[in-house]
């Protein structure tokens, strides 16, 4: 053995100089300075199975990044081994099949039971020499998968030759020998074995992490589909209604399958890999990307489902990179059928959507079509990607989610259950947030009634017009995994375990409730950024125009209340400086500077204050509870925290359900640590009686102004709502005619007073108002009418206290008037 390693050394020196020069890797994971190596210890590293080309690589990677090296031999204690170990593979011959060899750790376990000592750290290393999906045919599962069992030589040369900047190399944690399992057993070939396998399980994991499950062909997987039980009995039940025969039914059945399946294909990820690497080069100046460890603690064993908010078209494309470039398999995406067009559509397919229509309604078929082909997604692990809201916020706020999809997965994860072959399934909320969005016209002419055009190549060629125009940076952040059989059990116990005969009772209860859950953790998850601060202090102006200085001054505050008391967990704050947001925001064309002898103004004329309200909807969640205590000493200047807590209780649930904040386990709490921060900060003073407005400097009443005029709009549309019930009475109003005559009252207001936001009278914000109030328990429906008692008048006469007495008589006007 050690005078064919020296008479090879030779030939290995020149292999991993020619691997190295060729060799070009697009991901090392984590980072080689990361490695938490003990530098007393020797190192040997694994890799999952016998590769020459692995191996070279790998002893080319440790000699440049300073690693203990890979290539050679090293002895540990009387023990000669190499320093890039390998699992045996079973070979496989087409003329016969070998026997697996033992695994390589028996001569250091012996040694380890004789003589005590010589500990040893095994570092896991996977190499992928690109990322093909895991189908089983195909030439591009020859020149890229990473399993093809027949001629391995030949396509592993192709795969070098082919994928040499495609090469992704993931270390494991390291793993010391006296920490495998039962290394202390008399039998060193027992524990030889057990030690392979747990190196294998972690293998599997990253393997499944990187590439996913094994995808079936197409055409396999939609005839499979189409066959299925579920698809079969309601085709029987149709045909024995007299519908179309079985057989036109089946055929029926087979079309649905390839309208909705998706056919995700390594070219075009390859393909798109480079076209929006190009893109975003062009469009953004850069993606932050935070929290995917927490992603990538649970991919290897676990089916993910990420549920990203939705802001926009280019949500579908930029999650799917980030995920590729981060060393994840990219989901299959559900995407409505109105984006299968020429040319788009199949590139999309190819890429991993799948397609679906705007209802089910009426088509039995088809909803059991394509709950079929989710259940065999789901069931099989491939990680999936939806948008719970159902279509893009036009507002930019987080939508109310839709049931349907959520619905589904829930139902095929019970099914999995019930037969015995569930993986855990993890939903990952993910928060997108942009300075800047292509669609921001089309959404300012939607919010005004105008009709949302139809998707079309031809439009898609108008947005590339956009292209050479500055986009800024875009975050995405992740939010906290919700581990689906863990909230089951928390909402229903142990009832979902048990076998479903239909649909289970309490599933009508449980999805909204998982739909709110969701909905809160991608608002936990928030990006602030240049753009969204500027909204946040430009439009709590009166005249959406303010001071350099003072908007500078305002920056900040917000920066750090966020960082002292943040108002979501997992929400992130930009870098930089106040003066940077501002030029920032200026390069953009989001706002205005004006030169003026006594000190530069920033503002913003009627479109772009308009356009500001979208991306400040995005983050104002983040200011709830510090804009409503704010607000509440607008009118009042002294408060103790038992008046503030009576003032603001009965308000504050509806206010955390429209902005879908994370539900407070005490408010009094709550409150107690933001008016202290706001004391901290110099906004209040603190004595004996409680606290109180600052007089002094003028600047910091000016600051709690305007920190609680973020939360003005959403008080005066709860003013103007329950002017119109407590006017009308109980019984007589329906909740759609509640909601439209708040509405009505909301668009008056925000005309007489000069208001250019159509956001501020959306329909969807009264609708959302009424369904909180009935939650919460204010309203109730009799015969289809909306019924309270005098509860919700003696709180409503409460909160009116918040106002000032020219804000109150304002809305009394426009109430009246009306």
Known sequence: MALRHLLTTPLRALMTRLIAAWVKPRLIEPDPEELALEPSLPVLYVLPRPAISDAYLLAS????????????????????????????????????????????????????????????????????????????????????????????????????????????????????????????????????????????????????????????????????VARSPEVREVITAMAAEGRPSAGRLQRRALRYGHEIASNMTYPVLRFMDGLLRRLWNRLYDGVDVRGLARVKALAGDHTLVYV????????????SYVLYQEGLMPPHIAAGRNLDMPLIGPLLRRGGAFFMRRTFRGNRLYAAVFNAYLHRLISRGHPLEYFIEGGRSRSGRMLPARPGMLAMTLRSFLRSATEGRHQPLAFIPVHIGYERIIESASYQRELRGVKKR???????????????????????????????????DDEVGGAWRESQEGRPAWLDEVVPRLGETLC?????????????????????????????????????????LQRRLPG??????????PSAWINQALALGMVQRREHPMGDIVLADAAQSALLGWYRNNVLHLFALAGLTAFAFRHQPNHDLDDLEALLAPGWPILARELMVEPLSSLRVALFAMLEVLTEMGLLAHDETGWQRRVEPLDAGECLDQLGQL????????????????????????????????????????????????????????????????????????????????????????????FDPTLRHRLQLVTRQA
């Open 711 to 802: 939360m003005q709009p959403s008080l005066e549309r709860g003013y103007l709502l329950l002017t119109v019930l407590l006017d009308a009475g109980p019984g007589k109003l329906t909740p759609v005619a509640l909601a439209d005559q708040g509405r009505q009252l909301a668009e008056r207001l925000a005309l007489l007073s000069g208001r250019d936001a159509p956001e501020f009278f959306d329909t969807r914000l009264f609708v959302s108002l009424v369904e909180s109030l009935e939650q919460e328990g204010w309203l109730w429906r009799e015969q289809e009418c909306l019924n309270f008692d005098n509860r919700l008048c003696e709180a409503a006469s409460h909160s009116h206290r918040l």
């Open 61 to 224: 990677l440790t000699r440049y990044h300073g690693l203990p090296l890979a290539g050679g031999r090293r002895r540990v204690g009387q023990v000669d081994v190499a320093t890039c170990l390998a699992l045996p593979a079973l070979r496989r011959r087409l003329w016969r099949r070998g026997s697996r060899p033992e695994p390589p750790f028996q001569p250091l376990i012996e040694q380890r039971l004789a003589e005590g000592g010589h500990e040893v750290q095994l570092v896991p290393v996977s190499i992928f020499w690109g990322r093909a999906p895991g189908k089983r045919f195909g030439f591009w599962r020859m020149v890229a998968a990473d399993s093809w069992q027949l001629t391995g030589r030949l396509r592993r040369l192709l795969s070098v030759m082919v994928n040499r900047r495609s090469v992704e190399v993931h270390f494991g944690a390291p793993l010391r020998l006296g920490d495998l399992p039962d290394v202390r057993e008399a039998d060193p070939r027992l524990t030889n074995r057990k030690a392979a396998r747990l190196l294998r399980v972690h293998f599997r994991r990253v393997r499944t992490r990187v590439l996913g499950p094994d995808l079936s062909h197409r055409r396999t997987l939609i005839e499979g």
């Open 520 to 560: 809160r953790r991608i608002n936990a998850a928030a990006a602030l950024n240049s753009i969204n601060l500027v909204a946040l202090a430009l439009l709590a102006t009166p005249h959406h125009a303010i001071e350099i200085r003072l908007l500078e001054r305002q920056l900040e505050l917000l920066v750090e």
């Open 308 to 319: 990203p908010c939705h802001r926009s078209h280019i949500d579908y494309l930029l999650l």
């Open 454 to 488: 139809k998707e079309s190549p031809l439009a898609l060629l108008r947005v590339f017009r956009q292209i050479r125009q500055p986009f800024g940076r875009v975050s995405v952040n992740v939010g906290e995994p919700l581990l689906l059989a863990n909230f089951l």
């Open 568 to 577: 979501a967990a997992h929400a992130s704050v930009p870098p930089g400086t």
